[in-house]
């Protein structure tokens, strides 16, 4: 998977307007034309103390899969993904030069399949990556992988250059499943890999998996949830499948087999969360999953989990710069966004010029209705009052409350004060509530009781 926002504006023309995911704020559904001197001003002025974070965007990919939103392109030759590996370093070396020698605190690659990429061709990036930031002790180093395009020389490589998270693409364990989304993956082949990510010192192993794909049911569901527990991940992130194939074409063949409707798919998903948790894991958020000795387990509870790009993090790093067709910077003045065509990137980079295209830059308003849906979505319940204060900003959220109260008396939250809490059975309607808080929404649009119900729709 991609940076969240990338992926697509999910607009089912069939149904009520689907809701941001809120991995940013304002989100990217918000993005317009920036030029390139804007984002260069914003990297000049990065503070020299205080770390990056930096996400790598890496758009191959040698199969498609069929339920795949990503930005990604099919490449059953190597050649251009060695061409664009060079024009990537570039763009590292062309954007330090405006940063200067940062500290990194969290690394991540995303895609597409970054395991597509050599052993070597891995490593010389990042070297690539060593000459221009400081990358001596990266907290976190995560790369996803798709484990049919990994071995144990990748896996070693990976190990050698400081990766110490991976995230395999799972999906579902069910083989006419798989068959029907064209990815198939043995279990054979995830122990396999399980194994030699264990034999290189890589203990902290995500799982990704999709609930609302062709041929899911709770039986399904369940043997896949149990297959996952025998491999014991550290984290689980369980993602609702979007079918959207007005927008991404290839779709149309998710579509030629039966798809679970709304209904079958929440109960997909609280069937899966109760085996989870039955099972020893923390719910995190919206759709993540911890063990007791994951980071995302014990920065909730310190009150440090985050939400970004990546969906939920500890990462601490207040910048993070994105590299690549499609990657997305958050900067303190702004997001900017690189252009998503491969052919267009590579052609700017090749020519010294910036690859962004599409941002927003953000007021101190803004940053503080960012921490304010944040807190929600992280933690199902905020005072906005004390965030308000915390930014010295002052505004009477009159409108905002007069929203949450409809919710409190219609049952769906509970309010101490200032504070306003989620009950635990209206939780689906997270993304619906959170739109009370988002000064970009169009709140004329429906009730925010309707949002909810509609969310729940689909």
Known sequence: MTQENTVLKSVDVTRPKRLPRYTSYPTALEFGPIDGKSHDKWLKSLPICEPISLYFHIPYCDKLCWFCG???????????VE?????????????????????????????????ILDPADFRSLIDVLSECYDIDDVPEFAIEIDPRTVDRDKIFAYASSGVNRVSLGIQDFNLKTQEAINRIQTVDLIEKTMRDFKGAGIERVNFDLIYGLPYQSIDTIAETILTTIKFKPSRIALFGYAH???????QKLVGE???????????????????????????????????????????????????????YTDDTANSLIGF???????????????????????????????????????????????????????????????????HHIHYNFKIEIKNLMKLVEAGYMSRDGNNFKINKKVMPYLRAIATVFDQYFDQNSSDIISRCVHESEG
């Open 324 to 390: 690549g067709p499609s990657a997305i910077s958050n900067l303190p003045d702004g997001y900017a966004q690189n252009v998503p065509s491969i052919r267009d990137y590579i052609e700017k980079v090749s020519s010294n010029k910036s690859s962004v295209v599409r941002g927003l830059s953000i007021s101190n308003k803004d940053k503080m209705f960012r921490d304010v849906i944040s807190t929600l979505m992280c933690y199902f319940e905020v005072d906005p009052v004390k965030i308000t204060m915390e």
């Open 83 to 115: 061409k664009f590996l060079e024009v990537l370093k570039q763009e590292v070396r062309q954007t330090a030069k405006k940063t200067g020698r940062l500290k990194v605190s969290h690394i991540h690659f995303g895609g597409g399949s970054p395991s």
């Open 244 to 250: 959207v194939p007005h927008m991404k074409k290839h």
């Open 257 to 311: 087999h039966e798809l679970p409707n709304q209904k079958e798919r929440q109960a997909q998903f609280n069937w899966a969360s109760k085996m989870l948790t039955d099972n020893g894991y923390r719910a995190i958020g919206l759709d993540h999953f911890a063990l007791p000795d994951d980071h995302l387990f014990t920065s909730f509870d310190q009150g440090k989990l985050k939400r970004n790009f990546q969906g």
């Open 70 to 80: 990503c930005f990604t392109t099919i490449s059953n030759k190597y050649g251009p």
